[in-house]
């Protein structure tokens, strides 16, 4: 089983990026046999434009590898910080350059990080807005770092002990859940049932 983990912050040495550090390590602690981070620091993808959709080489060069890696994976944690309430443009981006046939009927986990107490508006944006043509299934439980300054820091002394102990445990049972989730939607995909030419979108 593989799962990719994508770090939604456009920010170099980002906190969203050390949360993804931490979760790919607890992925990798018997969880799925392979992981893959993606990070956005530095928004490495281009605006979205229709040679996206015309088959342009240049936009086919930097696309396909990145296609090949969704492709081959089974299942996703999206992690996205609150940016002024919304989701950052960057990670918005990813959802329109990558579609169904790299993320379609595979569960995602989101994953929000917040300096303060918000992180629920990213929640609902991307269960609102980016499922719909992509056919990403949000899987029923999120996660929200709140204080993330405060938490999975690598010295002890960095971390609240109260809450760094609470994060880990929930980040741990949270990806249980994924996997098996990876598990019965392969079943889904293997079935043949979500294969259509004719409704490409979602409505």
Known sequence: MKITIISGSHRNNSQSFKVARHI?????DGICDETWIYSLAGNPLPLWDEGVWDGDPKWQELLTPIKEQLASSD?????APEWH??????????????????????PALIVTVSSGDGGSYPVAELRMSSYKNSRICYIPEHLIIRKVESVLNDSADD?????????????????????????GLKHVRDSGVTATDKFRNGM
């Open 75 to 79: 299942a996703f944690v999206v992690i």
């Open 85 to 106: 309430g919304q989701v950052p443009a960057g990670l918005k981006n990813f959802f329109l350059l990558f579609g169904s046939n790299e993320l379609g009927h595979k």
């Open 159 to 183: 971390n609240d002990e109260r809450s760094d102990s609470y994060y880990r445990e929930r980040i741990d049972w949270s990806l249980n859940i994924l996997k098996q989730y990876a598990v």
């Open 24 to 28: 790919e390590t607890r992925l990798k």
